[in-house]
């Protein structure tokens, strides 16, 4: 599995380019601004691409959902919660196959009713569930921070801390991370109550 990360738009935005290196079959994660530079990295490597990913509903990472549905023909795959337009639902468990390649989407709300993360190859797709060095807002519409608490804790905090950590924003000291390292050393990966993590995100 082979992953481009490519800086977008002016909201400090990453979309990602996943190849199977196998089969040049690929997907495209929260795709909204700077298409030529999603639509260069598909023709320099020859890549077919099958599905349009998103994270969650949000139009940072949706906006160019349907202008590379009409240069590549893939399907776009988002939560069953979402209130937008797509072509597949998926839940908690579900798995995306491209090519050899497999991820795993894990239901993550809390910045959104329909955040979800990916996971697969040693690669961790975090969306805004979680950033390098911090986490998602919850004061927009559908955010809860006692359900972005249970994200964290009881589905984040469990995974394998050898995992590259990938977010849908360049927020952070770096780009990548790996989990580890963001229990460690993240302010909002630390253990603390449910009340205590709902006051300090301000709810």
């Known amino acids: 599995m082979k992953i481009y990360q490519i800086p977008v738009g002016d909201m400090q935005n990453f979309t990602y380019v996943v190849e199977d290196e196998d089969t040049n079959e690929g997907i495209i994660i929260d795709p909204?601004?700077?298409?030529?530079?999603i639509e260069e990295i598909i023709t320099q490597h020859n890549l077919k691409i099958k599905y349009i990913v998103n994270t969650h509903g949000h139009f940072d990472h949706t906006h160019g959902n349907e202008g590379m549905m009409k240069s590549t023909n893939a399907k776009i795959i988002q939560h069953e919660k979402s209130q937008l337009k797509y072509d597949i639902a998926v839940k908690d468990g579900d798995v995306i196959e491209f090519g050899n390649s497999k991820l795993t989407i894990l239901y993550t709300p809390g910045h959104s009713k329909d955040s979800l993360c990916l996971i697969g190859d040693g690669n961790f797709f975090s969306g805004?569930?979680?950033?390098?060095?911090?986490?998602?807002?919850?004061?927009?519409?559908?955010g809860s921070a006692k359900e972005l608490y249970h994200s964290l804790f009881d589905i984040l905090y469990l995974?394998?801390?050898?995992?590259?950590?990938?977010?849908?924003h360049d927020y952070g000291h770096s780009v990548t991370s790996t989990m580890g390292q963001e229990k460690i050393s993240n302010p909002v990966m630390q253990k603390r109550s449910e009340q205590?993590?709902?006051?300090?995100?301000?709810?």
């Open 128 to 142: 805004d569930t979680l950033f390098v060095g911090n986490c998602g807002r919850v004061d927009l519409p559908g």
């Open 196 to 203: 205590e993590f709902v006051e300090m995100m301000g709810q």
């Open 32 to 37: 909204s601004w700077d298409l030529n530079q």
């Open 159 to 168: 995974l394998n801390d050898d995992l590259i950590v990938y977010p849908g």
